[in-house]
């Protein structure tokens, strides 16, 4: 296989990324890993199949090895600033091929996974075919996502598989060991501060529209330059 790596991503040539017990392993060809910058070590394992593609937005980190598995030409598109817990799984296929007994069709299809923008997936969440993830939004602890239930910003999930917990909310990446004591009395956040996690309720609906439209026949070099453009840009131009 081949693989391009983090250096197409966050600014060009020169950006770097620390990778910490990482595993990549590329079968068949026509592959892409494209890692944008991270100021996080870098803990992941990834497994791409033939003509598949897994992208990692900005900044993003994992408090342990994150496991990807892409197969049957399909993706994984993490967006920008995403924080996961221990124990992910994401993966776009069943790993095994499933047919109906009397018309000989194949029943369980590969899919894309895309985990939009500043999402938190908490401890042992799995991520299966076909789930999308809304911006701003949490996955609470042993979820299973597996559609595109969880797609809403700003939501909170909870469940096997998961729902609608809680609708309206936001989350800051710095842990709760780090806020002030006046911010814990006060229970209330500070609206003065940058939040940097509230999304419009649209927010996503360019990355859906156009990965869904246009992604799918995209070859290898268009694939890249799909990437690059929301590397770069935030949206394709």
């Known amino acids: 296989g081949r693989c391009y790596p983090g250096y197409f991503a966050g600014g060009g040539a020169g950006s770097k990324i620390v990778l910490e017990n990482t595993r990549i392993k590329c079968i068949g ?22 003509g598949c593609s897994v992208y990692l937005g900005k900044n993003f980190y994992s408090a342990a090895t994150t496991r990807f598995i892409a197969n049957e030409t399909s993706n994984i598109y993490v967006g920008d600033m995403c924080l996961f817990a221990r124990d992910i799984w994401i993966r776009t296929s069943d790993m095994h091929l499933i047919y109906d007994i009397q018309s000989g069709h194949r029943i369980n299809p590969n899919k894309d996974v895309l985990i939009c923008e500043h999402v938190w997936l908490g401890q042992n969440v799995t991520c299966l075919k076909g789930t999308i993830i809304g911006s701003g939004s949490i996955v609470g602890l042993g979820s299973l996502c597996n559609g595109d239930k969880t ?45 940097g996690g509230i999304f ?38």
């Open 151 to 195: 797609q809403r910003v700003n939501c909170i999930y909870t469940g096997q598989p998961a729902h609608l917990t809680k609708e309206g909310i936001f989350w800051l990446h710095k842990g709760s060991n780090s806020i002030s004591e006046e911010e814990v009395r006060s229970g209330k956040f500070d609206y003065s501060k940058e939040t």
């Open 200 to 237: 419009p309720e649209d927010y996503d609906k360019w990355l859906l529209d156009e990965y869904q439209k246009r992604f799918v026949s995209y070859n290898m070099m268009e694939r890249i330059d799909f990437f690059t453009n929301i590397s770069q840009n935030g949206k394709l131009l």
């Open 29 to 50: 060809n026509h592959n892409i890993i494209f890692i944008n910058e991270t100021k996080y070590p870098l803990k992941v394992s990834i497994s791409v199949g033939h």
